[in-house]
């Protein structure tokens, strides 16, 4: 028999897991789209789509104002954040300053355990491709923590994990540009394992970084964006 607790208002006090669950789901919408950026977050519309009461989703939506996917709208409720060329250039700058910094300490540090772990990461990637968006995303961002992960500084790891959840609809909003399929991204994944695990610090940066801009030059061709617009 399961026990469900209660706030002082009578609603169900959700339990860590279904607002875990929650959060994922939200999250997972805002960053591929489903809620378009700028979009307002009704928590009756999201009890209907993803079935659960709305003290869960009332958490969900607090804990993803920390991570600056959802805004607060004063007294009215919440958001999903507007996006722009400006903030993604600023996410853009810091990543590529940050994650330099990360991972040349890492390569530096880097042991066998590291290498395998890392090898691993990217062919669990590989394996499951673009079709589940869930598993895939989930995969991706485990290969580029992978490759920072024998940094010493858990302070800049997580800046590192911020910046990355952060930058993963501009992905997607990238993934409009008439001329994105044109892109390799697992050939440009392969290069920067190879670089890596051969320990060749500069090549290995500078694949990364250039990984990173890829997203910027594509995302420039999304007119909406551009023009400071919530994308349709």
């Known amino acids: 028999m399961s026990v469900q607790n209660f706030d002082a208002g ?19 919408m805002i960053i591929t789209g ?8 009704k928590i009756e519309t999201l009890k209907e789509r993803i079935q659960v009461g709305a003290s869960p989703i009332r958490e969900a939506l607090t804990l993803l104002v920390a991570d600056k996917l959802v805004e607060r709208i004063d007294q009215r409720g919440f958001r999903a954040s507007p996006v722009s060329q400006d903030n ?3 996410i853009l700058r810091l990543r590529c300053a940050l994650e330099d910094m990360a991972l040349r300490e890492s390569i530096a540090a880097g042991d066998e355990a590291w290498e ?6 990217h062919h669990r990637m590989a394996r499951v491709g673009g079709a589940d968006v869930a598993t895939f995303e989930d995969a991706h961002k485990t290969f580029h923590m992978a490759l920072l992960a024998r940094c010493s500084s858990p302070i800049l790891l997580g800046y590192c994990s911020q910046l990355y959840d952060l930058n993963v609809r501009y992905r997607y909003l ?3 540009s008439r001329h994105y399929g044109t892109r390799d991204v697992p050939a440009e994944h392969r290069e920067i394992l190879a670089a890596a695990v051969a320990r060749d610090v500069p090549l290995a940066t500078s694949r990364l970084l250039h990984h990173y801009q890829q997203t910027g030059t594509f995302l420039r061709e999304t007119p909406d964006l551009t023009e400071g617009k919530a994308p349709s």
């Open 10 to 28: 009578g609603d169900p006090t959700p339990s860590t897991s279904t607002t875990q669950t929650t959060y994922q789901a939200i999250r997972r």
């Open 34 to 41: 489903v809620l378009a950026p700028g979009e307002k977050l």
């Open 88 to 90: 993604f250039a600023e």
């Open 116 to 121: 395998e772990a890392l090898v691993l990461a």
């Open 174 to 176: 990238a993934g409009r």
